[in-house]
């Protein structure tokens, strides 16, 4: 835990994320997925890791989905990083680091509008568009459909901010209450819980972003049943992104800042497997549907590393060269060797 | 009452953009187009009067000369003009204006982007026709401008007439006066993401005549009927008010969540609503001497799906039409 969190919290790497910029594209958030998995002596096999992105992403899609004012989104990630420190709070210098992007984070985005969570929260709702991979745990809790759908309750406390609804007040043309209607709504509503808190330390009220398996239970994630939307958005995928270059070098940029594990001959390292038995993993693999498999990008980072300040010329010429090969992650070796020419 | 129709199914799913729906019913063809947004594709839809024949069109988003742009789509809606429709498209970086049918491009306007980014995201928002005095095209900014397009009754010769800049925050959605009639002064509300609303004469001149403060929320969907606004908002109230004076008429708790679109008969005085709640509801609005009143007549529930989408079908409000955030259908209602 403690490598994948310092990886994820490196300073070069943070500081490029808190820079204003679009929405990664779905190839190019998996690669850091990738990286960032296997910046620990941990390893997946592509189907184990397909299944823990797909478990990942789905997981996200309700947490932004659900949150019921724009602004809880950022109570969501408020919960990811309150989880995070405790992990790591026998740390004390990636617990500095932690602390230290979480009162960045309270710097940015604790005074933006509500408006603006709205906008954001539609952008991160463009991303995960179509997604309807079904969860175990979520079909389970009664979250999700058996189509991939999630349950929106109409039931249950209204937002901060948000009165139940029912009530119409009409008044005269001087202002003064005239009249008082009420109407079904429709659901059982309840009033609001009190504001989460958006401090360093506090009640979040919020659950939503926190521990899924706070109860044991077997997770999976189903592939046969998806719908044809999941096709149409894998097809969505691989069209191909003229900004594609582009990102691949802010990868690069990246990718040149994180750490790398070694795993050496004598440390047995341990291997992550998401299904019950090793030939289960397999065979999962095999009968993937071709369309929901995730294409890697294979990055020239020692190439790129040493261009840096060629990167503006590069990114105006967006010429369509292949710059996608594929390489299943059974090679993750090889990028890792690749990362490890950099230090 | 109302009761669900056969769904029109799309080729793409809507995205989670405010009022993602615009309806053009075509009465001498007996036809009726809808157009939603999916990231940077726009699907046209024309259903036949019986519904039974449906053709589908996608429209990418064009940039000047790039022929496929990707940045996103923020609004598509037809604007309806005495002489002529215009499909005007809002993106991240620009407006662009069609003929109806979306074939082809009249007019292209680029936002003014700043060389690095910014924090703040660019991009227009809320397309309307402003007819009552000459012709014009109304598109809000991320800005809080208003750009004023002159349109001629034929030709691409468009030209940005005026800027007003009364807003400071990102525009949601702009409306013009729907009824018919022509007693009342003011012509079309612009309504900005703190909530608040600016009233607005059209003319050679652009005139504000009033400004309705904002209450604390983000006011995400206007409609203006009768020398009165509709104002929905992010906390899911409705409020009705006096365009000239700014005096509250109505207060309506209508929704548990985001209003997210908002539409009104011209003829019937009936009035739409759908939020985030995935619920859609119809109101009754009336007028006396005393008051203007508000009646709560029908709901429906689109199950697990967020509305970000809802326009009545035609002018009398005897069918309306539904877009909802992944929902590759346009479900509709009609009454029975």
């Given at each position: ?174 202002g ?168 | ?196 609303l600016?009233i ?9 005549l009033n400004k309705i403060p ?15 606004v ?9 409020r009705?008010y006096d365009a000239l004076s700014g005096v509250v008429h ?87």
């Open positions: 835990m403690n490598d994948i969190i310092t990886t994820m919290f490196n300073k070069t790497f943070m500081e490029e994320l808190f820079k204003p910029q679009e929405l990664y594209s779905k190839k190019a958030l998996r690669t850091v997925f990738d990286r960032l998995a296997h910046a620990s002596i941990m390893r997946l096999n592509q189907a184990s890791m397909d299944k823990l992105y797909d478990l990942m992403t789905m997981a996200f899609k309700y947490q932004v989905l659900l949150c019921p004012r724009p602004k809880d989104i950022l109570l969501v990630s408020f919960n990811h990083m309150d989880a995070i420190k405790d992990f790591i709070r026998d740390s004390p210098s990636i617990f500095n680091q932690v602390d230290e992007i979480f009162r960045q984070l309270i710097e940015m985005y604790s005074n933006l509008p509500a408006g603006e969570f709205q906008l954001i929260r539609q952008t991160l709702l463009i991303f995960f568009q179509d997604m309807h991979i079904r969860v175990s745990i979520f079909l389970k809790d009664k979250v999700q459909n058996s189509n991939g759908r999630f349950v929106l309750p109409t039931s249950g406390p209204v937002p901060y901010g948000t009165q139940i609804p029912g009530l119409i007040r009409m008044f005269s043309y001087n003064d209450e005239m009249k008082k209607c009420e109407f079904p709504n429709g659901g059982s509503y309840t009033s609001p819980l009190q504001e989460g808190s958006f401090d360093l330390y506090g009640d979040r009220i919020l659950k939503l972003g926190t521990n899924m398996y706070s109860v044991s239970r077997p997770v999976e994630t189903h592939m046969s049943g998806t719908s044809k939307s999941s096709a149409s958005h894998a097809k969505e995928n691989a069209a191909p992104n003229p900004l594609a270059k582009e990102e691949l070098n802010l990868l690069a940029r990246l990718m040149g800042g994180l750490e790398v594990k070694k795993t050496t001959g004598s440390e047995s390292g341990f291997r992550v497997n998401l299904f019950s038995t090793d030939e289960e993993e397999e065979e999962a693999a095999i009968l993937r549907p071709s369309e929901l498999s995730y294409q890697f990008i294979n990055i020239q980072a020692t190439q790129d590393q040493q261009s840096n300040e060629e990167l503006a010329r590069i990114m105006g010429e967006f010429k369509e060269e292949d710059p996608v090969s594929l390489s299943p992650c059974s090679k993750g070796d090889d990028l890792l060797a690749m990362m490890d020419g950099l230090l | 009452m109302y009761c669900r129709e056969k769904s029109i199914q799309m080729k793409s799913s809507a995205s989670a953009l405010l009022n993602n729906l615009s309806v053009l019913p075509i009465a001498e063809k007996c036809l009726t187009y809808f157009t939603v947004v999916h990231c940077n594709v726009v699907n046209m839809v024309s259903a036949s009067g019986d519904g039974l024949n449906f053709s589908h069109r996608q429209l990418q988003s064009k940039e000047g000369s790039i022929a496929a742009s990707s940045s996103l789509i923020i609004q598509a809606s037809w604007c309806v003009l005495p002489s002529r429709v215009l499909l005007v498209l809002t993106s991240q970086k620009g407006i662009q204006m069609y003929k109806s049918d979306g074939f082809i491009m009249v007019y292209w306007h680029a936002l003014d982007i700043p060389e690095t980014p910014s924090a703040e995201a660019v991009f227009a928002r809320g397309n309307v026709a402003a007819t009552m005095l000459g012709h014009y095209i109304c598109v809000g900014t991320s800005s809080g401008s208003v750009l004023v397009f002159k349109i001629p009754d034929k030709g691409a010769n468009i030209i940005l007439s005026e800027v007003l800049e009364e807003h400071r925050d990102p525009i949601t959605d702009i409306t013009t006066e729907t009824s018919r009639s022509k007693e009342y002064i003011a012509d079309m509300v612009s309504a900005d993401d703190s909530g608040l600016c607005w004469k059209a003319g050679e001149d652009f005139k504000l904002a209450y604390g929320c983000s006011c995400s969907s206007i409609k203006l009927w009768s020398g009165i509709i104002a929905g908002y992010g906390s899911g109230q409705i009705l109505a207060e309506v708790n209508a929704h548990a969540r985001w209003i997210y679109a908002l539409d009104n008969t011209p003829e019937l005085d009936k009035l739409l609503s759908g939020a985030e709640d995935s619920l859609v509801r119809i109101w009754k609005l009336s007028k006396s001497p005393e008051s203007h009143s508000v009646e709560h007549q029908h709901t429906e529930c689109v199950t697990d799906i967020q509305i970000c989408g809802a326009k009545f079908c035609d002018p009398e409000g005897s069918a309306f039409a539904v877009t909802g955030y992944d929902l590759c259908e346009i479900i509709r209602f009609t009454l029975v």
